[in-house]
């Protein structure tokens, strides 16, 4: 009962943060450069989440080509800015990732 009670507290402040702000915006048209600005902020979040686990490794700086995950992220980053087609990006990053490491173990 307790997990229940938790996840519907966190549907209600989520929903009542976000909705309003939703229900505004609905209502109003924005200036071209601000949506087109916008339209930027989900990548740079999930930038912000996935740049810290890239470079490093058991919380310490690991900027070097054995580095899987940074050297997958190159791969699939080039693969994307290429090909624009999402499961190429993905597809190619993860085989990357995985031959790393294998190649170069647990790192």
Not at 20 to 47: I, Q
């Amino acid at each position: 009962m307790k997990e229940f009670l938790l996840i519907a507290g966190m549907t209600a402040v989520t929903f009542g943060v976000r909705y309003p702000v939703l229900a505004l915006l609905g209502r109003t048209n924005m200036p071209p450069h601000l949506m087109r600005a916008l339209r930027f902020v989900p990548v740079a979040v999930l930038s912000a989440l996935s740049a810290p686990m890239v470079v490093t490794v058991d919380g310490q700086w690991f900027v070097s080509m054995a580095n899987p995950a940074l050297v997958g992220s190159l791969v699939a980053g080039l693969v994307a800015w290429k090909s624009k087609h999402l499961l190429y990006t993905i597809v190619a990053g993860m085989i990357v990732f995985v031959m790393m490491k294998l190649l170069f173990g647990g790192a």
